[in-house]
C-alpha cells in the first residue's frame, strides 16, 4: 500500500468539489463537520484517522508529486484529476480508520511491551529498558500479565500460538506481516525503526507505516471475529463503538430528550454552527434520524434530485439550484445518501 495511491483514492472520491488539503485533515482524523460530512458523502470511512501524526511536510511532497506527474490539477480553490490520473485505478487498501482511529497503535504498544517482558523473563533477565515507557501501557500489561500467569510457560505457549494463528490468517501482503514483526523486540533483539526498515527495503517511511497499518487492522479483526481469548483482550479500548464522536453523542442525547437545536447549543455552550455538524454526523450514521424534523419532504426531494442532476455535493452549486433551502438543510439531505430514514 503506497501513500501516492491512498491520496488518489481521495483525491478522485472528492473530485472538483474539495481543496488540496481536505485528504490531509482526513487522514490526519480531523473532527471538523467538513471532514466528518465528508467521509459520509464520499464513502471514506476506511481512510479517517489512518494516520494522526502525518506530518504537512511528507503530505505537501507526496501531493507536489502527483501534481508533476500531471496526475491533478488546480480549478480555483479546488483539485481536479487529470484524464492520465483517472485511467490510474489503485487498489483499495484494507484498513478501517473509522473503526480503529489510530487506536492500533495501542494495540501494538500493548504487544510489543509483553512480548518483550515475556522474552526477557524466560531468559531469567528481569532488567531491561521496556521499548514503551507510558504509564497506562505499562500499568495494563503488568495487570494483564498477571491475569495470564506470566510465569506459566504453558499461557506463554499458547500466547506464541494465538499470535502465529491468528497473524497467518491476516489476508494482507507477506512483506507487511513482516513489517509488523520487524518491530517487535526480545531478549538481545532490538525491534527495528520505521527508517531502518525503510532502508531495507528501498521505500518511503510514509509507505511502510502504511503496511504496518493495513496489516494491524486486518489482523485486529481476525482476532476480534475469531477465537483468540489470550490477544483479544489487548483490544480494550482500541476499537471504536459508537459511530458517533464523543461530541455528537451527547448533542443525541439532549435532542431525543426533545431538545430544540438552538436549546442543544445554549445549553452545551456551542455555536449553533457545531450543533448542526453534530446532526449532519447524525443522519449519516443513525438509521432511525428523522430528517423530516428540519424540512418537509418536498424540499428534501428538492436538493436531492439537485444533487443527482448535477452530479456534485457542492453546497454553494445546490444552493443555487434550491435556494429556499438553507445549507444546514442540503447537509442534511446529502448526509442521508439520497434516502428518507
Given at each position: 500500500m503506497l501513500f501516492e495511491d491512498?491520496?488518489?483514492?481521495?483525491?478522485k472520491a472528492v473530485d472538483g468539489e474539495r481543496t488540496v488539503s481536505s485528504p490531509y485533515?482526513?487522514?490526519k482524523g480531523k473532527k471538523s463537520g467538513q471532514t466528518i460530512q465528508d467521509i459520509g458523502y464520499y464513502k471514506l470511512h476506511p481512510y479517517?484517522?489512518?494516520?494522526?501524526?502525518?506530518e504537512k511536510k511528507v503530505y505537501d511532497k507526496a501531493i507536489q508529486k502527483l501534481f508533476d506527474k500531471g496526475f491533478i490539477i488546480t480549478d480555483g480553490q479546488v483539485v481536479r484529476m487529470s484524464e492520465e490520473s483517472l485511467a490510474y485505478q489503485p487498489a483499495a487498501p484494507s484498513v478501517n480508520g473509522w473503526k480503529y482511529r489510530g487506536n492500533e497503535q495501542l494495540f501494538m504498544a500493548r504487544l510489543s511491551l509483553i512480548v518483550q517482558t515475556l522474552s526477557h523473563i524466560h531468559q531469567n533477565h528481569r532488567v531491561f529498558d521496556p521499548v514503551v515507557i507510558a504509564d497506562d501501557v505499562q500499568q495494563w500489561v503488568k495487570s494483564y500479565l498477571h491475569r495470564?500467569?506470566?510465569?506459566?510457560?504453558?499461557?506463554?505457549?499458547?500466547?506464541?500460538?494465538?499470535?502465529?494463528?491468528?497473524?497467518?490468517?491476516?489476508?494482507v501482503d507477506?512483506?507487511?506481516?513482516?513489517?509488523?514483526l520487524q518491530r517487535l523486540s526480545g531478549y538481545k533483539v532490538g525491534g527495528l525503526t520505521w527508517e531502518q526498515i525503510a532502508a531495507m527495503e528501498s521505500k518511503e517511511v510514509i509507505d511502510i507505516?502504511?503496511?504496518?497499518?493495513?496489516?494491524?487492522?486486518?489482523?485486529?479483526?481476525?482476532?476480534e471475529t475469531e477465537d483468540y481469548p489470550l490477544l483479544k483482550v489487548l483490544l480494550?479500548?482500541?476499537?471504536?463503538k459508537s459511530s458517533l464522536t464523543e461530541t455528537a453523542r451527547r448533542t443525541e442525547s439532549y435532542f431525543k430528550n426533545g431538545r430544540s437545536l438552538e436549546e442543544i447549543a445554549a445549553l452545551r455552550g456551542l455555536k449553533t454552527s457545531t450543533i448542526e455538524d453534530h446532526f449532519v454526523e447524525l443522519a449519516m450514521n443513525d438509521p432511525g434520524f428523522d430528517i423530516l424534523a428540519f424540512m418537509g419532504g418536498a424540499l428534501y426531494s428538492k436538493i436531492i434530485a439537485a444533487s443527482q442532476s448535477q452530479n456534485t455535493k457542492r453546497l454553494r452549486d445546490i444552493k443555487e439550484i434550491v435556494p429556499e433551502a438553507s445549507y444546514f438543510q442540503i447537509r442534511l439531505a446529502l448526509a442521508t445518501k439520497g434516502e428518507i430514514k
Open positions: 491512498i491520496l488518489i483514492i481521495i483525491l485533515h482526513l487522514l479517517f484517522g489512518i494516520l494522526p501524526k502525518l495470564i500467569d506470566y510465569r506459566n510457560e504453558v499461557s506463554c505457549r499458547n500466547l506464541k500460538a494465538e499470535i502465529a494463528g491468528s497473524l497467518s490468517k491476516a489476508e507477506d512483506a507487511a506481516k513482516k513489517i509488523v507505516r502504511l503496511q504496518a497499518i493495513e496489516a494491524l487492522h486486518t489482523w485486529m479483526e481476525i482476532i480494550d479500548g482500541v476499537i471504536q
